[in-house]
């Protein structure tokens, strides 16, 4: 097995011909779950052949978004049948790494220690520092795709998948485990945040509304005294009449109607205070 050269033509193949709204997906990802493996391994005693069957089978879990996103994992399998022969892997081999990949399909049913570390590490950094950052960038990509409508919808996904998740390895569950339960809490947390942060942004956009129509009232405003009146143009005739009119019923001005209205009812309030 030359796991090297395999990696050093898979991971150039997945840099450049993914595609680039799968900010999740991605060669980095691929990294980092081989970099999981490698650490799960070291820390379970494992070594040899079954370390490099692992690195492999985690270097083309995900290759196969190269070609479809749905069923993935058996489109990375083709992949792998098609390359790892070039590499000096043998059938045998080839079929025991196609059958890890398979494993790391959700929901994960690992049945042995292989399969065990390989699905520990794709998901290794539910429990890590990383784990907002991570997260984040599959929100994206799910939104991307259109298989995710919101913030609030993903929030609660997020929650329900942390709460039910738990690791196969005796390291994983010792290391990593209580700092998974940490971010499910500061996950808690964080949508009670996002929630003020939104309302926040509505209550400024109002203020600036309320901004807007106090500069258009004071502007109508000088009109009238500076212009208007001092030339009888507006005396509260038929022009006052005429003009009054259009503010109430004219749907020409490109603001919203509740805006209309209370930029209506000001100016009517400051025309009366100026021709008493």
Known sequence: MQFEKAYDFLIPKLEKELPKHL???????????????????REENINGHDLEILSTAALFHDAGFLETYSDHEEASCLIARKYLPDFEYTQTEIDEICELIMFTKMPQSPNGKLS????????????????????????????????IKNWNQWRQTQIDFLESHHYFTETANKEISLKKMHNLLLFKSKGSAHKWNENLYNWLNGIQDSILILIGVLAAGFAIKGFLLPSHFFDGGITGISFLNFCLMSNSISISSSATNIFTISVLVLIFLLMK
């Open 23 to 41: 900010y999740y997906h991605n060669a980095g990802h691929t990294k980092d779950i081989i970099g999981a493996v490698q650490y799960l391994c």
């Open 116 to 147: 065990k570390i390989i699905c520990d590490a794709d998901l290794l950094y539910l429990g890590t520092e990383r784990y907002y950052q991570v997260a984040e960038s599959l929100f994206e990509e799910l939104k991307h795709m259109s298989l």
